[in-house]
């Protein structure tokens, strides 16, 4: 069985006839997902989805590399709020992404409505007791450790993915301290990923996920293509073959980790 904790059914190509590529990935083994907002509307197809497919879940969030002004974030999140019902497993995707922000004149103003959005996400899953799901880069280490920071600020001790993850390994060390969950996606798959398959080296067998982060980050033999939703089987297959990962541990994880899933089968079985 697998899970995918982060799927984008609701971004194009997969949006119109998203449920041609859930049944695909049905029959390459994929059981339940997580099907992951970036931004309001995003989020709302997300939530549209999960009430139509019992096994499909939504997390709602604004991406940080949806640049946006504090006024128009603050409209768009209090009405994403709004919308959380059952179906809802995780708030996210959220976090910081400096990546981008390099040559930027704005990088400064930039950061800082990155760190205020994310504190926005962080307060809502504490008030929901709903997990987070985490995006983190940068070409250097200061946005994971900033990530760290926010969280001990913010007093969070939810549970919490790093959604392809990535970053230094002292870091990846201390994020598992404060109880991070990663997740791997198909990246884990290319030859030049070698710090990756390290970092999946030392997260214990009972914080490891799995992802495609479809329409993103296809497997090695699909490079240049979109990823589709169904090739989390071929990175399962390769994390299982090369990296010794125990598959079913990694769904283990995923409904352990989806409490609220769980609790939401139980009251509908
Ligand atoms: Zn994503």
């Not at 200061?142 to 870091?171: M, Q």
């Not at 710090?195 to 996920?209: F, G, K, Q, S, Y």
């Amino acid at each position: 069985m697998i899970i995918d904790t982060h799927v984008h059914y609701n971004l194009e190509p997969f949006f119109l006839g998203w449920q041609e590529h859930w049944q695909k990935a049905q029959e390459h083994g994929v059981e339940k997902s997580i099907v992951v907002g970036t931004d309001l509307e995003t989020s709302q197809r997300a939530l549209q989805i999960a009430q139509t497919e019992k096994n499909l879940f939504a997390a709602v969030g604004i991406h940080p590399g949806e640049i946006m002004q504090d006024k128009v974030f603050e409209k768009s999140f209090a009405e994403l709020s709004d919308k959380i019902n059952e179906k809802v497993v995780a708030i996210g995707e959220t976090g910081l992404d400096y990546f981008h922000l390099e040559n930027d004149a704005q990088k400064t103003a930039l950061i800082a409505a990155q760190q205020n959005h994310f504190r926005a996400h962080i307060r809502l899953a504490k008030n929901t007791h709903l997990p987070l799901i985490i995006h983190v880069r940068d070409r250097e280490e200061t946005a994971y450790w900033d990530v760290l920071r926010i969280l001990e600020e913010e007093n969070f001790s939810g549970k919490y993915i790093l959604h392809c993850v990535s970053g230094p390994l002292p870091y990846i060390k201390k994020a598992l301290k404060m109880g991070a969950f990663c997740s791997i996606a198909g990246n884990i798959t290319y030859k030049n990923a070698q710090h990756i398959r390290e970092i999946v080296d030392t997260i214990p067998a009972d914080r490891l996920l799995l992802e495609t982060d479809a329409p993103f980050l296809p497997p090695q033999e699909f490079r240049g293509k979109p990823c589709e939703p169904w090739m989390i089987s071929l990175t399962a297959a390769y994390v299982e073959k090369e990296l010794r990962v125990d598959l079913a541990q990694v769904a283990e994880n995923a409904q352990l980790f989806l409490k609220k899933l769980n609790e939401y089968n139980a009251n509908t079985v």
